[in-house]
């Protein structure tokens, strides 16, 4: 019996975002098309050498994406909307890209045939995690068609280079599950969009392809019968195109979907053992010899060692009696991509720590210790039990005043003082706001200069004051145009903050950040998650003087702006050695110091981010419960403790809420922001029929988007919104933080929606 090593999809990004900065010259203009794509040629090239040294048999194409491949994969299939104006059987760069991020007409690379104003596609998250997907669209009456051979051609591209590849497909039922609709179902188009996958397998047979990895992480969600025909359908007729298909399936067990999968007419299946790690005695007896499996057994999502010890303990008598691939989880996409890169993380922890080179290091391992038995591998063995060891038993992990504090949460820590209607009454004259009140969600541009000065503040080039006199520049500069515009509640732009994460990760106890450890969001935008490897606490307060700095400036209301604690979780590279939930409210309870300081400081107004609520809900519906119920104690937990008057706000965005409003509810926030530009306010018929009790902020302007809307868009969304919801509730506000744009688009866009809340409230 033999095992390989497979490589699901590498980060696409390259070890020092090169991606990003190449795909950031060109849309300003400072590239050519055949630059951006010579320099995209050169990240897939990479990619194929690093990942073939570190021992990787099967390799993966088709993984790379100029953007994202759900978008991608719609381009392949000509799911474009008639408003990108592609002719059929075409998309262009510019097609691609105005779906991605909109258009202005001017946009380099974007065509003046794209007219002066096209909205972006929506964009949601990628199952549970911090990815985010263009969302397909279909119409009735929409014919499909094959207009890029971008799997075929990376392939070649690959094999002319001596690396032989097995192709990523996402899988068309994932796809059409994924799809967003109008007057139609999405599975109406199965036989079209089978018939293209069809075609595109039969190329990659023809181009000499043995193997294809489809994606249908559907799989591991409740299926639908729909769902479950179409993937009988569908797989019935895949499987005769002349290639063998590896079905993946990620991000969770196959639960009740096991038979199901095995019985499909594939080659082989991948299954996740990290996140569904009891599925594997099922998996084996259901699985047939004929079945090659793919097992999961190194993270593909989070940044810990493996113990290699004791998953060979459990591999060892599998690998004796059939032959195995052993892969990542999922794709590497959300790791980051090089652990030697980063030369200033602790050392202690950094012996923790496995990013996707040393992953695929840990396969090779495993690897060799199968094939060839563990004292061909004894060192790194060693080397790896050595660093579980310290792990379990450092003392830098476990803080006991944490956990008598956590010991000493009562449920009335988790309550307001009073109900929603005296808060509004208390509230309104504390603040006196008008109808429709203007605010913004948080972040200005974050401008060259504001970059250059932190850069050059972190290498040690300017010292603290002259870097904190120029913040307080910028911070004055953003709250006198907030007054000269007529903003109702103004933010003091948050200069000072690398991210709305990582600023609360590095003034908190239990965290520690890397220097290179980026990981795509989307397109060419990059984050570093912290790594939450301890207990958490609050050492001192960590925004008061600034928002304290900031209200001196002006009469009018300054929020106080956080990052909530299930955000805080969700978008950290977060510890395995407990559950989720308690570091939770680890979080929640150093937020709620930061939340009771601001108001004795003087805040009205405290918003608290709570961005990745909806990501975090798991994938099965039976499992969302649980983690709604601890999720909102945690929140509740960080913003109970204020007074009536004290006007708690949160904001949301890229997410589907209609289907736990109940519990967005139970936050029991005063005024809630969300993402409803690029959704056409579609969002808000949830909220009208729960009968949503506090204020709501729409967002009318798209911030993901370079396209700055006018005052008739954003008055004809608010009126949208008030079809939903009473003209009391309603706030005016981006449906997102404003730090990626430039203050040539926002200005506009800000005084045109502080125009429309202005017509909006004449006309009331």
Same mark, same amino acid.
């Given at each position: 019996m033999t !095992?390989?090593?497979?490589? =699901?999809?590498?980060?696409?990004?390259?070890?020092?975002?090169?991606?990003?900065?190449?795909?950031?010259?060109?849309?300003?203009? /400072?590239?050519?098309?055949?630059?951006?794509?010579?320099?995209?040629?050169?990240?897939?090239?990479?990619?194929?050498?690093?990942?073939?040294?570190?021992?990787?048999?099967?390799?993966?194409?088709?993984?790379?994406?100029?953007?994202?491949?759900?978008?991608?994969?719609?381009?392949?299939?000509?799911?474009?909307?008639?408003?990108?104006?592609?002719?059929?059987?075409?998309?262009?760069?510019?097609?691609?890209?105005?779906?991605?991020?909109?258009?202005? +007409?001017?946009?380099?690379?974007?065509?003046?045939?794209? +007219?002066?104003?096209?909205?972006?596609?929506?964009?949601? /998250?990628?199952?549970?995690?911090?990815?985010?997907?263009?969302?397909?669209? =279909? !119409?009735? +009456?929409?014919?499909?068609?094959?207009?890029?051979?971008?799997?075929?051609?990376?392939?070649?591209?690959?094999?002319?280079?001596?690396?032989?590849?097995?192709?990523? =497909?996402?899988?068309?039922?994932?796809w059409l599950s994924l799809a967003k609709t109008r007057d139609v179902d999405a599975f109406d188009f199965l036989d079209q969009v089978v018939g293209l996958y069809s075609a595109v397998l039969s190329q990659l047979a023809a181009a000499g392809a043995e193997w294809v990895q489809i994606d249908e992480p559907c799989l591991v969600l409740d299926l639908s019968d729909r769902q479950r025909d179409a993937l009988t359908r569908a797989y019935d007729r895949l499987s005769r195109c002349g290639v063998k298909l590896m079905l993946t399936t990620y991000f969770g067990g196959l639960e009740d979907n096991l038979s199901f999968a095995t019985s499909l007419p594939v080659a082989g299946l991948h299954v996740d053992l990290v996140r569904a790690p009891e599925q594997l005695g099922a998996v084996l007896a259901a699985a047939p010899e004929s079945l090659l499996l793919s097992l999961g057994v190194i993270d593909g999502r989070n940044i810990w060692r493996a113990d290699l010890t004791a998953l060979l303990d459990r591999l060892e008598p599998i690998a004796a009696t059939r032959d195995l691939i052993l892969a990542p989880s999922c794709s590497l996409l959300h790791t980051p991509i090089d652990l030697a890169l980063e030369t200033g993380i602790d050392a202690e922890i950094a012996q923790w720590l496995a990013f996707a080179v040393q992953k695929i290091e840990e396969l090779s391992v495993l690897k060799g210790a199968l094939n060839q038995g563990r004292d061909s591998v004894a060192a790194p063995l060693a080397a790896s039990a050595q660093a579980a060891a310290n792990r379990r038993t450092s003392p830098r992990i476990h803080d006991a005043a944490v956990a008598a504090r956590i010991a000493a949460v009562t449920p009335d820590m988790q309550q307001r003082r009073s109900g929603h209607a005296i808060r509004q009454a208390e509230q309104q004259a504390a603040l006196g706001l008008p109808l429709f009140p203007t605010t913004t969600i948080g972040s200005f541009p974050q401008t060259p200069e504001v970059r250059q000065a932190r850069s050059q503040h972190g290498k040690g080039l300017i010292d603290d004051a002259a870097y904190e006199g120029f913040l307080r520049e910028e911070t004055e500069r953003a709250i006198r145009w907030q007054e000269e515009v007529g903003l109702d509640m103004l933010v003091h732009g948050e200069f000072e903050r690398n991210d709305m994460v990582q600023y609360f990760g590095e003034q908190l106890a239990g965290f520690v950040f890397t220097r290179q450890g980026w990981v795509q969001s989307y397109g060419s935008r990059c984050v570093r998650p912290p790594i939450l490897f301890g207990d958490v606490s609050r050492p001192k307060a960590m925004t008061v003087e600034w928002w304290r700095y900031a209200q001196d400036l002006t009469v009018r209301p300054m929020k106080g702006m956080l990052t909530g604690p299930v955000t805080i979780l969700n978008w950290s590279f977060v510890r395995d050695d407990q559950p989720r939930s308690a570091s939770c409210r680890q979080i929640a309870l150093a937020i709620r110091d930061e939340v009771t300081d601001l108001e004795a400081a003087g805040a009205k107004a405290i918003q608290i981010d709570e961005a990745a609520l909806r990501e975090g809900l798991p994938l099965r519906r039976k499992d969302w419960q649980a983690y709604l119920d601890w999720a909102v104690e945690c929140f509740r937990l960080s913003a109970a403790g204020v007074a009536d008057a004290t006007q708690i706000h949160t904001h949301m965005c890229y997410s589907e809420f209609n289907d736990?409003?109940?519990?967005?509810?139970?936050?029991?926030?005063?005024?809630?922001?969300?993402?409803?530009?690029?959704?056409?306010?579609?969002?808000?018929?949830?909220?009208?029929?729960?009968?949503?009790?506090?204020?709501?902020?729409?967002?009318?302007?798209?911030?993901?988007?370079?396209?700055?809307?006018?005052?008739?868009?954003?008055?004809?969304?608010? /009126?949208?919104?008030?079809?939903? =919801?009473?003209?009391?509730?309603?706030?005016?506000?981006?449906?997102?933080?404003?730090?990626?744009?430039?203050?040539?688009?926002?200005?506009?866009?800000?005084?045109?929606? !502080?125009?429309?809340?202005?017509e909006l409230r004449a006309a009331a």
């Open positions: !095992v390989t090593i497979a490589t =699901l999809g590498f980060p696409r990004i390259g070890p020092r975002r090169e991606l990003k900065f190449a795909l950031e010259r060109f849309w300003s203009g /400072k590239s050519s098309e055949a630059e951006l794509l010579d320099s995209a040629a050169g990240l897939r090239t990479a990619a194929w050498a690093r990942q073939r040294s570190l021992g990787t048999d099967w390799l993966p194409s088709n993984d790379f994406s100029l953007y994202d491949h759900v978008l991608d994969t719609s381009v392949m299939l000509g799911a474009i909307p008639e408003r990108y104006a592609a002719a059929e059987g075409t998309a262009d760069l510019a097609t691609y890209f105005a779906m991605a991020r909109g258009s202005t +007409g001017d946009d380099a690379g974007c065509s003046h045939a794209h +007219g002066a104003g096209e909205t972006a596609q929506e964009m949601t /998250k990628w199952f549970d995690t911090n990815y985010h997907y263009m969302v397909p669209e =279909l !119409v009735a +009456g929409q014919r499909l068609s094959l207009t890029t051979a971008k799997a075929v051609d990376d392939y070649r591209e690959a094999r002319a280079q001596g690396f032989e590849t097995r192709p990523v =497909l996402l899988g068309p039922v994932t736990i409003l109940p519990s967005i509810g139970a936050m029991d926030t005063d005024v809630i922001s969300i993402e409803t530009a690029r959704s056409q306010m579609e969002l808000l018929a949830g909220f009208a029929s729960y009968r949503y009790p506090s204020g709501i902020g729409p967002g009318v302007y798209d911030i993901h988007a370079p396209r700055v809307p006018g005052v008739v868009e954003m008055v004809d969304l608010m /009126k949208l919104a008030r079809t939903h =919801l009473d003209a009391s509730q309603l706030w005016v506000n981006p449906d997102c933080g404003l730090k990626t744009r430039k203050w040539a688009e926002v200005r506009p866009a800000i005084e045109a929606m !502080v125009a429309a809340a202005r």
